[in-house]
């Protein structure tokens, strides 16, 4: 039995970040931690372009630009959708995630969730570089692993 697996290693792999600024208290520092992983795992920051955008709604529309240029290897996604006194956080991110996966589909590449769905403005906070971790910093790691992963495969099924 053969098993694959990606590595923390981005040498080599370019990312495209798209990163809302609504609830940019949040955002900024998802953004800090995606930046800080990429790096400690190896990329450069010529191979990082960051795409900023008014709100969650907007970020699968440019992750669909970046996939589909081919110029990167993983895009990497980051915003907040806080629980408002409507329902309107539930449809905004049903369809923010739901367009991210087909743009995974569609364009055969990885494309990292990092939008946090919280109740509150301060359960986003811990999720931002607070006690419960960035989860910016986690987007960003999977999504090394994956286009490692990605890389490898592609490599050996070319050979």
């Known amino acids: 039995m053969k098993t694959h697996e990606g590595s923390l290693d981005a040498k080599g792999l370019r990312f495209g970040l798209v990163a ?3 609830n ?3 955002t900024e520092r998802l953004l800090e931690g995606a930046l ?4 400690r795992h190896g990329a450069r920051d010529q191979d990082i372009e960051v795409v900023r955008v008014p709100g969650s709604f ?10 589909a ?3 990167f290897d993983a895009i990497v996604c980051l915003g907040a959708i806080v629980q408002g006194e409507t329902p309107h956080h539930d449809h905004i991110a049903r369809a923010v995630f739901g367009s991210l996966v087909r743009i995974m589909e569609e364009h ?3 494309v990292a969730l990092g ?5 509150s403005t301060e359960q986003a906070l811990e999720r931002a570089g607070g006690k419960l971790g ?4 986690e987007a960003a790691s999977t999504a090394v692993e994956m286009a490692s992963l990605a890389r490898s495969l592609k490599t050996r099924r070319d050979e």
């Open 24 to 26: 940019d208290l949040v």
């Open 20 to 22: 809302s600024r609504f």
């Open 115 to 119: 939008i946090l769905t919280t109740r």
């Open 36 to 39: 800080r992983a990429l790096r």
């Open 108 to 110: 055969g590449i990885p």
């Open 69 to 71: 240029s081919g110029r």
């Open 134 to 137: 960035n989860k910016g910093e």
């Open 58 to 67: 907007e970020i699968p529309l440019f992750a669909r630009v970046l996939a």
